[in-house]
């Protein structure tokens, strides 16, 4: 079985449980391992993405030590220029994300969010319908 790492960086100790616990639901239905890291603030998504190479990172936007996703997304894409790193896919997720009537994320969001370095953007709290079809893109490299 293929797998994934993947980091979780939130503040909401809950939050970071529920979308690991979704991740690993999904990586059985596509037939993946999760190898999940996590980070409960910007400067330690830092040191984590110092320290491992990640396929995916998933940034909550809004946390309170003083550095929010958006800044720790910039950073990290600074980092991968300087420092010749592969580029990690970030997925921003906030409550502030909307999802349009047909289910897909408001394209003002989604510009908003690619603008500052992300590659995907999830509606908070994540729902497994979003997150299966962040992957299905995701495998299918239309992300």
């Known amino acids: 079985m293929p797998k994934i790492r ?3 960086v939130d503040d909401y100790k809950i939050g970071i449980m529920v979308l690991s616990e979704m991740l690993q639901m999904i990586g059985e239905d596509f037939g993946v391992d999760f190898e999940i890291s996590i980070a409960d603030s910007g400067p ?15 940034l909550d936007i809004r946390m309170p030590d003083g550095m929010d996703g958006l800044q720790v997304a910039r950073e990290i894409r600074r980092r991968e220029a300087i420092e010749d790193k592969p580029i990690t ?12 009537t047909n289910g897909d994320i408001a ?17 908070k ?3 497994k319908a979003d997150l299966e079809k962040f992957f299905e893109k995701y495998k299918t490299h239309q992300i």
Do not use: W
């Open 89 to 100: 896919k970030m997925i921003a997720y906030s409550a502030e994300i909307f999802v349009d």
């Open 107 to 123: 394209s003002s969001d989604l510009l908003k969010y690619k603008k500052n370095g992300f590659d995907y953007c999830l509606p």
């Open 6 to 8: 993947a980091l979780i």
């Open 125 to 127: 709290p994540v729902r």
């Open 44 to 58: 330690e998504a830092i040191k984590e993405y110092e320290l491992h190479q990640f396929e995916l990172i998933f």
